[in-house]
């Protein structure tokens, strides 16, 4: 099972980009999906999930700028992201919890880089 991330690249402050990523492989069930990020010196962040019945949660710095959603194909999800600030910055992965062969749980996609410059 593998996730392919895209849509990464360079913006300048109040821009917007679209992150989406793929699962493929033997899938059974998709728990939920979920974009995190990592500047630079920092850990790793959670920064939107979306569960199987359609609910979302989003980090606190990203409300009301970062929507997540579904992709038309199956096992894909976007992550549309406005008004961009500086500190959105980082490299994006694609999380998800997975029912497949053979993996069972969370697995990871490569990253996404995103800059945002002022």
């Known amino acids: 099972v593998q996730l392919q991330a895209s849509g990464g690249g360079m913006v300048q402050a109040g821009g917007s980009l679209r992150l989406s990523c793929a699962a493929s492989g033997r899938i059974f069930r998709i728990e939920s999906m979920a974009w995190y990020r990592q500047a630079p010196g920092k850990q790793r962040e959670l920064v939107a999930t979306i569960f199987t019945g359609g609910s979302t949660n989003y980090a606190d710095s990203v409300k009301g700028r970062f929507t997540i959603s579904r992709g038309n194909a199956k096992n894909s999800v976007h992550l549309q992201m406005n008004n961009l600030k500086r500190e959105d910055t980082g490299v994006y992965y694609c999380?998800?919890?997975?029912?497949?062969?053979?993996?069972?749980?969370?697995?990871w996609g490569q990253g996404t880089l995103v800059t945002v410059s002022s």
């Open positions: 999380n998800a919890n997975v029912v497949s062969d053979p993996e069972v749980g969370y697995i």
